[in-house]
């Protein structure tokens, strides 16, 4: 886990919460009811949930290639992302999200790169997974547009809200 606590695009940062972090992720990610709408995480309305949000994704990053999604040049983070082997050599990304007003600025393909060569290359995984909602395009294009290709569909009920909703899966052999 030590050598992968921090990767590298030309720029971004993918690297472990920090105290200092908190606000920024809050604000730019965590309170966005419209950004939650195609993710399975509730909102965090207020900076006393964001405060306990902050200590359970420290401890879970700790163990697990989580990380937040950092501007090289300001450090400041803009969204997470991460990846866990779903059986041996097979790793399936644990949810991708960029701050709204950071999309369609090519972050999120230099950030599922990153996921892709640290599967394959620092993992030696065999095929790397991706999931999203049906109504979120351009999460499916993106994943697309670097090789993977449609596997199946399934459904479910998001537990906060009860939403029903429609998951397109994705894979990449290597």
Not at 75 to 97: H, K
Not at 101 to 126: D, V
Request: with cysteine.
């Amino acid at each position: 886990m030590e050598p992968f606590n921090r990767l590298e695009t030309p720029r971004l940062v993918l690297r472990k919460a920090r105290d200092e972090d908190l606000d920024f992720i809050w604000q730019n990610v965590w309170c966005d009811g419209e950004l939650a709408k195609t993710m399975l995480w509730k909102p965090t309305l207020t900076r006393e949930e964001a405060v306990l949000r902050m200590e359970r994704t420290k401890a879970l990053q700790a163990l697990h290639f989580a990380y937040f999604v950092c501007l090289k040049e300001t450090d400041e983070p803009i969204g997470m992302a991460g990846i866990t082997e779903a059986a041996p050599g097979v790793y399936e990304e644990t949810g991708i999200c960029i701050a709204r007003s950071y999309q369609r600025k090519g972050y999120g393909r230099e950030l599922l790169q990153a996921l892709i060569m640290l599967a394959f290359h620092g993992l030696g995984a065999h095929t790397a997974r991706y999931a999203c909602f049906r109504e979120n395009v351009p999460s499916a294009n993106l994943c697309k547009s670097l090789g993977f290709q449609y596997t199946h569909s399934d459904t479910g009920v998001r537990s906060w809200d009860g939403y029903a909703y429609i998951c397109d899966h994705f894979a990449l052999s290597r």
